[in-house]
């Protein structure tokens, strides 16, 4: 193996590294009882560490451990943000799982006090249900800003209805992790505006 295929194989594992902890985020319940994740959330060092290789939608990924300075390095690289993007998602994900421990179990009487108190419990653990799918659309947005200029720069149609469709297939991918009312149905057909290249100006 290669110096740039070694890179490429670190990336790529960085990568799906985000994609699980943006699933962790938005659906932690799936997680409560994976030591394994878990543990791999205590700090950066045991994230990058981590060697998994589980399904997030049914697709299959693969996480290889990396040194963390080689962590930190490759997401400065090649992720939308940074390490410090990384970072907090897995700081978020840790939360999203204490937080649904906390979850207290169906009211019987809703008219004790203790029953209220529990629905109260229960709308706090929903709007913090909104600010993990906030989080996972800000990371979109992000992301989807970070490739723009990919398109705009690209010097033929092709290679510009390429990139647009696979940013709208990644959009589709990561909203997806949300609850169904913040997810966006995927596009089967787009068109794709056509637009200059940087440096040309129109004849």
């Given at each position: 193996m290669n110096w740039d295929e070694?890179?490429?194989?670190?990336?790529?594992?960085?990568?799906?590294?985000?994609?699980?902890?943006?699933?962790?985020i938005a659906t932690p319940s799936n997680y409560l009882e994976n030591t394994e994740i878990r543990d791999a959330l205590i700090?950066?060092?045991?994230?990058?560490?981590?060697?998994?290789?589980t399904n997030i939608e049914d697709e299959p990924i693969h996480i290889t451990p990396i040194s963390l300075n080689?962590?930190?390095?490759?997401?400065?690289?090649?992720?939308?943000?940074?390490?410090?993007?990384?970072?907090?998602?897995?700081?978020?994900?840790?939360?999203?799982?204490r937080k649904e421990e906390q979850r207290p179990p169906p009211a019987k009487n809703n008219r004790t006090r203790e029953a209220i108190l529990e629905q109260l419990a229960v709308a706090n653990l929903s709007l913090d249900v909104h600010k993990r799918a906030n989080l996972i659309l800000l990371q979109t947005l992000s992301d989807v800003r970070s490739k723009l200029d990919g398109v705009v720069s690209a010097q033929d149609e092709v290679t510009r209805k390429i990139r647009a469709a696979e940013i709208l297939k990644r959009i589709t991918a990561i909203t997806s992790l949300n609850p169904a009312m913040y997810q966006i149905p995927p596009i089967q057909k787009a068109s794709v505006v056509s637009i200059a290249a940087k440096g040309k100006k129109d004849d």
């Open positions: 070694g890179k490429a194989i670190q990336t790529a594992s960085i990568e799906n590294t985000r994609k699980l902890l943006l699933s962790i700090s950066q060092a045991s994230l990058a560490k981590l060697n998994l290789r080689t962590f930190k390095q490759r997401c400065e690289e090649r992720m939308p943000g940074g390490f410090s993007a990384i970072d907090s998602l897995r700081k978020n994900a840790a939360l999203a799982i």
